[in-house]
């Protein structure tokens, strides 16, 4: 019995003890890529050799397909929003005015010569708070009515 504790503890403390093994990306001849567990033997070492290649995030710039996609998707949103009659960070101040109409309230400040403002709409459904700069909705904040 004392044996296969002996072994046991042995073979816990082995697993424990085995180094974890890493893969590098090495570039190759002609910019092949190649993974190998040791690290890459080249001239000059570059960013990517000296990472192991599991780290590297896969990331790729997005499309021109994506990028109209995205933006049609944006543009659905805003017009939903004037639907609704509900403000939208990313909407021009004109598009501010068709989905809520006129400011109930404008507060102005002016801060090392930027100039900044908060419109105020006051509604049955509450107050919202919303932060132009450079002609785009940047930020809003809604209150819902005391109850």
């Known amino acids: 019995m004392k044996v296969l504790a002996t ?10 003890c085995t180094p974890s093994w890493a893969v590098y990306k090495c570039a190759g001849a002609a910019g092949k890529v ?18 192991p290649a599991a780290s590297q995030p896969v990331s790729q710039p997005p499309s021109e397909a994506d990028e109209a996609a995205a933006n049609r998707k944006r543009a659905d949103d ?21 989905a809520m109409g006129q400011a109930t309230g404008v ?21 919202w708070y919303v932060y132009p700069f450079d002609g ?4 809003v904040h809604h209150q819902p009515p005391a109850r």
């Open 7 to 16: 072994l046991t503890a042995s073979a816990l403390l082995a697993a424990i």
């Open 34 to 51: 190649t993974f190998q567990d040791a690290p890459c033997v080249q001239a000059l070492p570059s960013a990517d050799a000296a990472r």
């Open 78 to 98: 805003i017009d939903e929003a004037i639907r609704l009659h509900r403000p939208m960070v990313g909407m021009t101040l004109s598009q501010l005015t068709d």
């Open 107 to 127: 507060h102005s400040t002016e801060v090392e010569g930027v100039s900044r403002q908060q419109l105020i709409y006051e509604r049955v459904s509450g107050t």
């Open 136 to 139: 785009v909705v940047k930020s």
